[in-house]
T-cell receptor, first 114, second 116 residues
């Protein structure tokens, strides 16, 4: 079984500041990990994914995440926040045998202050 | 179309009525998923179709929920005798294959269901 915990349901950052969204996972098998973003009244869009290749994964819109097996973490970062980054972010895990059935964290809503 | 299409985008129904939600996946995608997004429960997996295999129904919350996928393409999620707790956004996603769990799933914009 898999589970995902996202620390902080809401994060407020200033424009230009570092964005750090925390994600910890639990999985009985080597996981595949994903970050999705959801803008208001939209579906989910993939930001990036970890699939056992490089542990530092670069995604769209300047986001990146680092897989740390020892910490069972997959935190998402962006060096400089932009107003357009205001959205809800979801970390998710899937296990190969279960196909792409995703288990999501509770989500973190990001507010960007000018 | 270019993406996953869901209809209707919004649905208001009376408690006790049946509703059908439709999903048109991306052409050629063999895997199709339904998720539910609600304030109290976050994003929950409901059901997963992969090609001609038996669907994974492990996430369906009750026997009032059912889904089918005709011809390996369009899927319909049916909720019978709707209850107020069924109010949520129902998201459909598709992917090229199960890909061992690593393939990107593309999501539709969802159907917002309100049971009054």
């Amino acid at each position: 079984a898999q589970s995902v915990t996202q620390l902080g349901s809401h994060v407020s950052v200033s424009e230009g500041a570092l964005v750090l969204l925390r994600c910890n996972y639990s999985s009985s098998v080597p996981p595949y990990l994903f970050w999705y973003v959801q803008y208001p009244n939209q579906g989910l869009q993939l930001l990036l994914k970890y699939t056992s290749a490089a542990t530092l994964v670069k995604g769209i819109n300047g986001f990146e995440a680092e897989f740390k097996k020892s910490e069972t973490s997959f935190h998402l970062t962006k060096p400089s926040a932009h107003m357009s980054d205001a959205a809800e972010y979801f970390c998710a895990v899937s296990a190969g045998a279960a196909g792409n059935k995703l288990t999501f964290g509770g989500g973190t809503r990001v507010l960007v202050k000018p | 179309g270019a993406g996953v299409s869901q209809s209707p985008s919004n649905k208001v129904t009376e408690k006790g009525k049946d509703v059908e939600l439709r999903c048109d996946p991306i052409s050629g995608h063999t895997a199709l998923y339904w998720y539910r997004q609600s304030l109290g429960q976050g994003l929950e997996f409901l059901i997963y179709f992969q090609g001609n295999s038996a669907p994974d129904k492990s996430g369906l919350p009750s026997d009032r929920f059912s889904a089918e996928r005709t011809g390996g393409s369009v899927s319909t999620l049916t909720i019978q005798r709707t209850q107020q707790e069924d109010s949520a956004v129902y998201l459909c996603a598709s992917s090229l294959s199960s890909g061992g769990g690593s393939t990107e799933a593309f999501f539709g914009q969802g159907t917002r269901l309100t049971v009054v």
